[in-house]
């Protein structure tokens, strides 16, 4: 089998895994900036996010895990240096990260795949204002449903109890198209909240 077809039947088999555990195209609702068939998942099918101390790039001995995030919606963009589409999208990215408040919603990149100086000078070029997870052998980025090489860009939303609430894969459209996703997740978090108890 040659190594492109074996791509896209990863890519495809991931897209398939997201389909299955997210709302239908025909069942979302359609949101105001974001494009057609994405939309929050419904909250009994979300899964959590790994929960794994990652370092954090350029910064020794720095580490991570979601769980210190928790209480926030968090946007996790899986990129590399060498990814053309990351490229174009990081500016989004970038603009989004300014539109939202520090203290409802959380950034995190994660670099896969790459070399750390690349990486690092991939952050200085586009002046990155949020923290990458330095993941060079696709480990951690593997455990979100296959999220590797051949999948990149894909952007992760988890809600604020550290579940994956929503995904996007490819570059966002524009900033606005994040920062709507964001919303969703928060207001369908909020929506939960205020949801009367059962009998």
Known sequence: MSRVLTGLLAALALVATA???????????????????????????????????????GEDGGEVTIADLRGRVVVVNFWASWCGPCRVE????????????????????VNIEDARANALAHEREFDIPYPSLFDPDNVYASRYGGVGARTIPTTLFLDEQGRVAARLFGSPRDAIEVVALAEAVLASGASADAAPAGP
């Open 19 to 57: 389909c299955t555990s997210s709302s239908s195209a025909a069942d979302c609702e359609d949101i105001p900036g974001v494009r057609p068939g994405v939309c929050p998942i419904a909250a009994e099918d979300r899964q959590p996010a790994p929960q794994d101390a990652m370092p954090v790039l």
């Open 90 to 109: 990081q500016p989004h990215l970038n603009a989004a990260h300014g539109m939202l408040p520090d203290d409802e919603v959380a950034f995190v990149g």
